[in-house]
């Protein structure tokens, strides 16, 4: 299963012919009839509308039919509708007849109002052939297609994610198994560097101290430090969590909360794990992890 992106653009028209009243006009009138959806991340589907009025009792099909597709994001579908003649359209006398009878009856009662031009009559002869055609048939089908259009621009976007996220995962192993090793070397120097304060210690008493009890302080310390700076639980945390991310990008699907849920305790553990850094190549490693996660994070808000 595909890894989806939220973020994604698609587009279909449908151009249609019709006929005029075949009484009055020989004409064809061409219509076309265009749908746009654009989608970007949200934490919830968010599904909006822009429709011509008389298209506007579509909108419960449309969200029905985007609702079973789309889990998450902020979607916007707009649909156009533009519909013209193919040449200037010649009055038909039953339309002159009518427009001189509504022209009279309005002068009755507004004497001072401006008469019908040519220009006038012409436009509106071209609107009375409107509406010529029926777009019930053809909406739903054009929303699928642009449905579909979007659902592959969402998977190809969703793919190079998941690439990337992948590519930093690998990254992130590769920090980790550096700061493996580092913890046990810093241990076993400040081991040798407690046992070499206690040999000049003991170099400077003059014999009230008893050497074994000198000795045990110095292991003691020594193993406190040891404790204090010990990551070995957070980098087996922090491999555990790159497991669970590339198990769930592998298997795609809708994972973009819990890929955001493993992204915020990546950065937990990778915080501990400098907090507790005791060598300037430990605290690299730290600050390297978190920029890589914080890239994850950016990335990670726009699958679904």
Do not use: C
Not at 35 to 50: A, G, K, M, Q
Not at 94 to 123: E, T
Not at 130 to 151: F, K, M, R, V, Y
Not at 186 to 201: S, T
Request: aromatic share 4%; proline share 3%.
């Amino acid at each position: 299963m595909s890894v989806y992106s939220m973020t994604g653009y698609a587009t279909a028209q449908h151009v249609s012919t019709a006929n005029a009243n075949a009484a009055e006009s020989s004409k064809a009138m061409t219509g076309q009839l265009g749908l746009e959806i654009r989608s970007v991340n949200s934490r919830f589907l968010d599904l909006s509308f822009r429709l011509p009025e008389d298209l506007r009792h579509w909108e419960p099909a449309l969200r029905e039919l985007l609702s079973a597709s789309l889990k998450r994001g902020k979607v916007e579908v707009r649909v156009s509708l533009e519909e013209h003649s193919g040449s200037v359209q010649d009055p038909s006398p039953k339309l002159l007849q009518r427009l001189n009878s509504l022209q009279d009856n309005i002068k009755v009662w507004l004497p001072q109002a401006a008469s019908l031009s040519v220009a006038d009559v012409v436009r509106l002869a071209s609107s009375d052939h409107s509406g010529a055609h029926d777009w019930s048939e053809a909406l739903l089908p054009l929303a699928q297609t642009a449905l579909e259009g979007l659902l592959g621009a969402r998977a190809r976007e969703g793919d190079r994610l998941a690439a990337m996220l992948l590519e930093h995962i690998r990254q992130l192993r590769l920090l980790a198994a550096q700061a493996g090793p580092l913890v046990p070397q810093l241990v076993a120097q400040q081991r040798q560097r407690f046992m070499e304060r206690w040999a000049e210690a003991m170099a400077l008493t003059d014999g009230s101290t008893l050497p074994e009890s000198a000795q045990d302080r110095a292991l003691t310390e020594a193993t406190a430090f040891a404790i204090r700076i010990d990551v070995a639980e957070e980098i087996t945390r922090l491999n555990s969590h790159l497991d669970e991310l590339e198990r769930l990008i592998k298997k795609g699907g809708e994972i973009g909360k819990r890929l955001d849920f493993l992204i915020q305790e990546l950065h937990r553990e990778a915080n501990t794990l400098g907090s507790k850094s005791a060598a300037l190549a430990l605290t690299h490693i730290s600050v390297d992890m978190k920029v890589l996660i914080e890239q994850m994070r950016e990335q990670v808000q726009n699958i679904e």
